[in-house]
């Protein structure tokens, strides 16, 4: 069993910072990209930043410069530092991952954490 944990949402005002974190557990034997997409009312799921394997990392053009991610593979977790945080940053935030369980590739999600930009 897999599964992804995630910490680190809350209550912010503008312009201030936060720091996400996801750690995989369970039967891993790697794990490929991993990742942060937010979800806010009315509006689909889009990605926020991700990182690959071997380091390829894109954000969405509205966090550039702003946010950035990370990834410590010896402890299987992703980070995303946000910084200058604007009020449209909120939304509840979902760790991916793609994991490799007995060579066979899946897709797994974190529970989502809110995060609440205030004006």
């Known amino acids: 069993q897999v599964q992804l944990v995630e910490s680190g949402g809350g209550l912010v005002q503008a312009g201030g910072s936060l720091r996400l974190s996801c750690a995989a557990s369970?039967?891993?034997?790697?794990?490929?990209?991993m990742g942060w997409y937010r979800q806010t009312p009315g509006k689909q799921r889009e990605l926020v930043a991700a990182?690959?394997?071997?380091?390829?990392?894109n954000y969405a053009d509205s966090v550039k410069g702003r946010f950035t991610i990370s990834r410590d593979s010896a402890k299987n977790t992703v980070y995303l530092q946000m910084n200058s945080l604007k009020p449209e940053d909120t939304g509840v935030y979902y760790c991916y991952a793609e994991i490799y369980v007995e060579l066979v590739r899946q897709a797994y999600w974190g529970q989502g954490t809110q995060v609440t930009v205030s004006s």
């Open positions: 369970g039967s891993i034997f790697s794990i490929g990209t």
């Open positions: 990182t690959t394997r071997l380091g390829r990392i």
